[in-house]
């Protein structure tokens, strides 16, 4: 999740559906101690589909995701200001993401003996 919203915004991260696996990506960055990545996720996710669930088939987000900038004419604006909020949250969730591997030893599991 945090590689498709750093690569063009929760537009972009919603378009292409790797939000199929939404509640897990906010159920990781909750893992991994991110405190403000999951409310940041959850208020994108808010502005483009409301109070509905985001659909998890693909072409009905992209569907949904089309409708909402037809019925929005600030969305572009809205989720800008959130993924600008999200980006400079970036070097924390690294941080965390990386403190998170090294407590449950993820990097000893592929160290070369």
């Given at each position: 999740m945090v590689q498709k919203a750093n690569n063009g915004?929760?537009?972009?991260y919603f378009f292409k559906r790797a939000s199929n696996y939404f509640s897990d990506a906010l159920h990781g960055l909750v893992t991994i101690g991110v405190l403000l990545?999951?409310?940041l996720t959850k208020e994108a996710d808010q502005i483009i589909s409301g109070n509905e669930a985001a659909p998890s088939d693909?072409?009905?987000c992209r569907d949904?995701?089309?409708e909402s900038h037809s019925r929005k004419p600030n969305l572009d604006r809205d989720i800008g200001a959130i993924d600008n909020k999200f980006y400079t949250e970036i070097d924390t969730i690294m941080l965390c993401l990386q403190r998170y591997a090294e407590a449950q030893?993820?990097?000893?599991?592929f160290s070369a003996s």
């Open positions: 915004g929760f537009d972009q990545g999951g409310p693909q072409d009905k949904l995701l089309q030893k993820l990097f000893a599991r």
